[in-house]
């Protein structure tokens, strides 16, 4: 198993471009949530999803879209880039009824 | 709003001391507390959690106490070891809400010989 799986590990983006950040994950999880890590701030909560076809908003979701077709993909869409949106992005999946997180290694994106 | 406060925010122990990390949380809603790992430029790897009827967990030289009434919550390592520093996040969630989960800032830890 591969576990989390995300792409890719680094991006730089001009203002106002768009992109997505890939996350699969293999071991059939209900649930996927993507998080951003800023400095001296821990992680927050952008989107979550506990099943294909179901999202819902976290802390943070102003400037990400989110769609779940499958049980293996979360991909997190910039629509827009800023460079507040500069940050280290972690996707996480767990089984349905669990709350224990497992996190892909990051994607390290840079807005200039 | 911060629901999950974290300190120290860095702290420095020598090999074979004790490290001390300290939460507290706000939303007595929460009955679910992990404590997560990270290494640099890796992703959280979750250590030890715990449940609010039990007051401390204890799973090798990491010990999780929990005090309910003061919503507070701490990590303890034993007998620290160089391959513990890194950088360590206490979380809180609602068991069974999918791995929606609060963070608290993180404390980095450096355990020197």
């Known amino acids: 198993n591969a576990g989390v799986t995300q792409t890719p590990k680094f991006q730089v983006l001009k203002t106002g471009q768009s992109m997505t950040l890939q996350c699969a994950q293999d071991?059939?999880?209900?649930?996927m949530s993507w998080y951003r890590q800023d400095p001296g701030m821990g992680l927050r909560l952008i989107h979550y999803?506990?099943?294909?076809?179901?999202?819902d908003q976290g802390e943070v979701p102003n400037g990400y879209n989110v769609s779940r077709s499958t049980t293996e993909d979360f991909p997190l869409r910039l629509l827009s880039a800023a460079p507040s949106q500069t940050s280290v992005y972690f996707c996480?999946?767990?089984?349905?009824?669990?709350?224990?997180?497992?996190f892909g290694q990051g994607t390290r994106l840079t807005v200039v | 709003q911060q629901q999950v406060k974290q300190s120290p925010q860095s702290l420095i122990v020598q090999k074979g001391g004790i490290s001390i990390i300290n939460c507290a949380y706000e939303?007595?809603?929460?009955?679910?507390f992990p404590w997560y790992q990270q290494f640099p430029g890796k992703g959280p790897a979750l250590l030890i959690a715990?449940?609010?009827?039990?007051s401390e967990k204890k799973e090798g030289r990491f010990t999780i106490s929990f005090n309910k009434s003061a919503k507070q919550f701490s990590l303890h390592i034993m007998d620290s070891q160089p391959g513990d520093s890194a950088t360590y996040f206490c979380?809180?969630?609602?068991?069974?809400?999918?791995?929606?989960?609060?963070f608290g800032t993180g404390t980095q830890l450096k355990v020197e010989l």
């Open positions: 996480a999946s767990s089984p349905q009824g669990r709350t224990e997180a497992f």
């Open positions: 071991m059939n999880h209900e649930y």
């Open positions: 999803s506990v099943g294909a076809g179901i999202t």
């Open positions: 939303n007595t809603a929460f009955d679910y």
């Open positions: 715990i449940r609010p009827d039990v």
């Open positions: 979380a809180a969630g609602i068991r069974g809400g999918g791995n929606k989960l609060t």
